[in-house]
């Protein structure tokens, strides 16, 4: 029987590394690493943070999607939503004759014209266990290009359930990744979760540990956040705290210290460690571009910031958020958001794009930079020209800062 399963890629790298670096490197960003991270070209100073953009896990999984049409060139190939957050990464999938399907609930939908002889591409955040069955039944070539650091959330929710614990994931419950992890929790017998999608959904579940809100009020606003048999009282007993891997750091520890405080308040302290276990599930790479942009933050002097990366990338999201408490932010997608006299941003916690005039400050400025980890070299570097083009200057001249 041929195979039908590839988590490993196809060992192509040789023959797609090329038209990947054509396609995503690019030669400005070098220069500003070349430079220290910071640089200056006039009486403008650009700094670009020390990590930031493609993940390890994002790189695999565009790697392997090059890979897998250079493998099944005759075959239709299927994607299951977008590879990951970033707009000009899935174009260039779909001019490549890759079909991205849209999100459906129901599998049967979401895979009806896919055939047994077709090739479906899962993302980097992993497909929900339902979807998978289904796709096995088919019998289609699966490419799985789920990251390991996605697989390990998927242990520990698995670990959770095996051992009675009610999985609760900070998390967008409508986010790929987090409805792929929330599945695992009901692969076992008597699993269940409950998605937190930041502090003021953790405080309702804390009043209700505590005693404070009446079960139906619970399950009515969290009826899209948790699996259809969860009962409130029976599957907060004992709570296993896990998170989607982008989420902003610091908010998922807040969340942790929130949950551990009304468990140990409810059961005591003798309690606790029987009814409360948390996993820190946050990424390293989420984690280093948080660091670095904290960091960089840190050293002061900057006026203006630009986060690059798609208006649906989770940890995007969350460099902007961390930015925006300290100064004037502006979260962008692409080089087109940067206009004469005007940018067009998403601001945080905003579903539309706005324009703003007047952002980049008359005279010496200096603009940090960051990228999230769906964001190409090619991105930054593309913002990076279109903001010195805005003062009349180009790549060139940059020199050291
Ligand atoms: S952000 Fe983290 S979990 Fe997501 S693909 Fe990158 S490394 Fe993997």
Not at 37 to 61: P, W
Not at 153 to 174: E, L, M, P, Q, S
Not at 248 to 259: A, F, H, N, P, R
Request: hydrophobic share 40%.
């Amino acid at each position: 029987m041929s195979q039908t399963y590839f988590q490993k890629g196809f060992g192509l790298r040789s023959t797609v590394g090329p038209v990947l670096a054509e396609s995503y490197d690019s030669r400005v960003v070098d220069r500003l690493r070349e430079l220290g991270h910071a640089a200056r070209a006039g009486d403008m100073v650009l700094k670009l943070a020390r990590e930031f953009g493609f993940c390890y896990g994002v790189d695999r999984a565009v790697e392997y999607a090059y890979e897998t049409k250079q493998k099944f060139p005759d075959r239709r190939i299927f994607l299951s939503g977008e590879i990951i957050h970033n707009p000009e990464v899935n174009g260039r999938l779909v001019d490549m004759g890759i079909v991205i399907l849209p999100p459906a609930d129901d599998p049967v939908a979401r895979y009806r014209e896919v055939g047994s002889g077709d090739v479906v591409l899962l993302p980097a955040f992993g497909v929900p266990v339902t979807e998978m069955q289904h796709l096995r039944s088919k019998g289609c070539v699966l490419v799985d290009t789920t990251c390991g650091s996605v697989l390990t959330v998927w242990k520990n929710v698995h670990k959770y359930a095996r051992d009675g614990f009610t999985a609760v994931i900070h998390g967008k419950h409508y986010h790929e990744e987090t409805k792929a992890t929330a599945s695992q929790a009901l692969t076992h017998a008597g699993g269940h979760y409950l998605c937190v999608r930041d502090k003021a959904e953790a405080a309702i579940v804390c009043e209700f540990i505590r005693g404070l809100r009446a079960p139906d009020d619970l399950r009515q606003r969290f009826a899209h956040a948790a699996d259809p048999g969860f009962e409130p009282e029976r599957d907060l007993a004992h709570i296993g705290l896990a998170n989607q891997t982008t989420m902003l750091m610091t908010e998922s520890l807040e969340i942790q210290e929130m949950l551990r405080a009304a468990m140990r308040e409810r059961h005591g302290e003798a309690e606790l460690a029987k009814r409360f276990q948390a996993m820190d599930t946050i990424c390293s790479a989420t984690q280093d571009r948080q660091d670095a942009v904290l960091k960089m933050l840190a050293e002061g002097g900057l006026d203006v910031m630009v986060v690059i990366g798609g208006y649906n990338s989770s940890n995007t999201q969350a460099l902007a958020r961390i930015c925006t408490e300290r100064l004037p932010t502006y979260h962008i997608d692409g080089a087109r958001c940067l206009e004469p006299g005007a940018i067009r941003h998403q601001a945080v916690g905003a579903h539309e794009e706005a324009r703003q005039e007047a952002w980049l400050p008359a005279g010496p400025v200096r603009v940090g930079l960051t990228a999230g980890a769906s964001t190409p070299n090619n991105v930054v570097g593309e913002v990076v020209a279109r903001i010195l083009a805005l003062r009349g200057l180009d790549p060139t001249a940059l020199t050291s800062a």
